[in-house]
């Protein structure tokens, strides 16, 4: 299958859970991938493609320039968030108080507030990164304090299962915790986007109200990590 034949897959199956006359987003995952297969992506019509390394992210935003727009998707070291900074549209990785402050003074020192998503880790694994439950409170309180982080919504990378029926609960809860922040007044955060879906998990995150997904895999094949 061709880059375009999996993106028209992809795009059929958003389609199908478009509400209110929005198609949920997707952003085409583009870690390892070359400029040139990225290239033919975005003459498919791909406009948003997510990165998960400051310094990878930062050579193709040299090479592809403002022809997509350029999402951090994966774990922030907070001596990388300057390189993120101002480029990435979206960073999907806010996930503590380190990298919350690193974002504010970066984006500050040039005047232009980032908007970034909410990482969550519901399901509490210990080797993944995001925010557990029990502090969202405390630091939704800090993100109100600060006066450059946007926060646009939420992230979550559930974990593997060959089922993916299995992790179903895990964008149910997703959803609860979007919906119920969104019923909510603040200053600097409000849900737009909800982040979750990947290859293998996307169609169920869909059913359960995912409006951004994050497909890599399964539009230009296996990663080679050489
Ligand atoms: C790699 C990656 C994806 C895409 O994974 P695929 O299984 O290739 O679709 C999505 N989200 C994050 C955070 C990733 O690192």
Partial sequence: MSIKDNLNEVNENLKKFASHGETPKLIAVTKTVDIDRIKEAIDCGVTDIGENKPQEMSWKYDELKDSVN?????????????????????????????????????ASAINKPQDCLIQLNVAEEEQKSGLYLDDLD????????????????????????????????????????????KNTEYKNIEMKYLS?????????????????????????????YN
Avoid: T
């Fill in 70 to 106: 350029y999402h951090m998707i994966g774990h922030l070291q907070s001596n990388k968030v300057k390189d993120v900074v101002g480029k990435a549209c979206l960073i999907h990785s806010l996930d503590r108080m380190s990298v919350l402050k690193e974002i504010e003074k970066r």
């Fill in 196 to 224: 979750m879906g990947m290859s293998h998990d996307y169609k169920v995150a869909l059913e359960e109200g995912s409006n951004m997904v994050r497909v890599g895999s399964f539009i230009f094949g296996k990663r080679n």
């Fill in 138 to 181: 405390s630091f939704i309180e800090e993100i109100e304090k600060r006066k450059f982080v946007k926060v646009k919504g939420l992230m979550s990378i559930a974990p593997f299962a060959e089922d993916p029926e299995e992790i179903r609960w895990v964008f149910k809860k997703m959803r609860e915790i979007y919906d119920k922040i």
